[in-house]
């Protein structure tokens, strides 16, 4: 297991990836790992993203909560929605800080066709923005801000629901 990494879960039909780390992701590490075990599994691509933080409007890094139980059936269902079409998910997420210009999440889509791999990676990113159980705060002059203005109601959650008190 990568150094940092809190927890693996492999999907149990296929051998995708979940991963969490504390603070920044070791992306080549990261990368090495999923090509590493999906290179000879004749898959005809992998497409990728990487999200990296940005230094602007004075945050100097961002800090992220996760919902474990909620994440991992989110990720479940996509692994399923995925397999549909003979591809499959490998994702890594930070919990914690990360700061201006480290990466704070990760994903590839490994499938037999690169046009199915495109089409599903943009769909699976806009999906995360939406509907991941993640949390995102800003961190300002070594405060940790909530990002409302940058978050997205999870439906059945009260979080971002009632009045600002």
Known sequence: MATGFR????????????????GPLEVEKIFTRWYGAEHKNNYGAMVSFVG???????IEALSFDLYRPVLQAWFDEWQKRLGEKGAYL????????????????MCAIFSPKRRVALEMLDAFVEDFKANAPIWKYDVVEGKRLYAADRSTPMAGSGLLAGDEK
């Open 7 to 22: 927890f693996f879960l492999p999907y149990a039909a296929v051998d995708a990836m979940l991963l969490i780390s504390k």
């Open 52 to 58: 990296t933080v940005r230094e602007e409007n004075g």
């Open 90 to 105: 490998a994702m890594a997420h930070s919990e914690g800080d990360v700061p201006a210009h480290k990466s704070s999440f």
